[in-house]
């Protein structure tokens, strides 16, 4: 068990927000299986200010979620300030702020917003001292390594988080010149959390048991954050958090077991957008259920272009038990 201020986390495992994946649905069908914290997908300050349904949609949570981080982005202080305010007026179940300082994607970087927030240290800390002291709730940051090779500069940029009073802090050990390609670099974070006052969550190339041991064995973190290796693969969570807590190794899921996950992942999916949206998305996540099993690529073509209705999915699901 760790801790982010008072609120108590039970598992070593943190779901990592992922914008277009991460909605309530995926965070739904995650939390099962020993998730300690789930992150909402990025909301803009902006569109909770201008008051946008859609984006109010994003700071849904579900019974048992708890504890939940609701993450935003944007350049001005005083506006995640306002941000805030309207996220706990409409969800009093949210218990973390989380601030985004790790987009790398220029529509948000060019505004100020992400990981532009990464370039000066001092004015990061003023930008976070602001929303710290506004905000009821603790506030945790996600940082990357910094902008690029020549400014690695995350050891400041985290003094400045810890000065301005943040209760967590979470890095994706890539800059956001690598955006999400090239190897996590762990190396640069070694030992990383004893030269920390606040708990350290790591992310970053975590695709098995033995890759979240490494990772949490190098940095010393508290936690691990899992991202896309978890997508499509929601047993490495279980496989995370129960050998943390027992030491023991479970085995991979069988194909039958990930087929059953990927319907139950459907319903959610589609009780949340509906049929026609949630398939959309589904042609994007729902191949990656078949990663690591021998022949399937047929079958996640099919997947990937073809399915439009759930029927036309099972469809192609009762094929592989043929
Ligand atoms: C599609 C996608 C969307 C993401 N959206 C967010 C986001 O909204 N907020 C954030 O802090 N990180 C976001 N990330 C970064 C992940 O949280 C994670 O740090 C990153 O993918 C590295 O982990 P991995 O290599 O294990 O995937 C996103 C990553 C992906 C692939």
Redesign the pocket.
Known sequence: MWKIGNIEIESRVVL??????TSLAYRRFMKPFGVGLTVT??VSDCGLIYDNKKTLDYIKTFDGERPIAI?LFGSNSKNICKAIDIVLKNNPNVDIIDI?L??PVPKVTSTGAGSALLKDPIKLEKYMREIVEHSPIPVTA?IRLGWNENSINFLDNIKALENAGVKAIGI?ARTTAQM?AGK?RYELIENLREKMSVPLIV????YSLDDAIRALDISKADAV?V???GTGNPTLVKQIDTYFKSGERLPNATLEQNIKYLLEFTDLLIEEKGEYRAMSILRGIAPKFFDGYPGMKQIKNQIAQTITTKESLIKILNNINQ
């Open positions: 990592a927000p992922m914008a277009g994946i997908e990025m993450q985004n790790g987009c996600k994706h999400y996590a992310s970053g190339d975590i954050m991202a896309r290796g």
